[in-house]
């Protein structure tokens, strides 16, 4: 059902209100659009798989699960180095 004129206006109104009185709220309801937002299209995901639809596209990760990965990745490394340096040393001592 479309809305009229006025109730349109009156919307706009309250909403720039909103914003210029609480923008934490406005954040806060923006990032819970968002999580709205993508738990609709995991569900159409799992239904388009269950459905045996191919045309879903991948999803792409999130980019603070790309940061906790590379975090994860550079720790590893450090770690890796850090017993190869160790074990040199301890080769070394051992030989004299």
Excluded at 22 to 50: H, I, Q
Excluded at 61 to 76: C, E, G, K, N, Q
């Amino acid at each position: 059902m479309a809305w009229s004129q006025d109730e349109e206006r009156l919307l706009a109104q309250i909403e720039r209100h909103l914003v210029d009185e609480d923008p934490r709220l406005v954040a806060r309801l923006e990032s819970f659009n968002d999580r709205v937002r993508r738990s609709e299209e995991s569900e159409r995901r799992r239904e388009a798989k269950a459905n045996g639809e191919k045309s879903v596209p991948p999803r792409r990760p999130r980019r603070s699960t790309v940061i906790i990965m590379v975090s994860w990745l550079l720790i590893a490394t450090l770690v890796a180095t850090l017993l190869v340096l160790v074990l040199r040393h301890e080769a070394a001592a051992l030989a004299f």
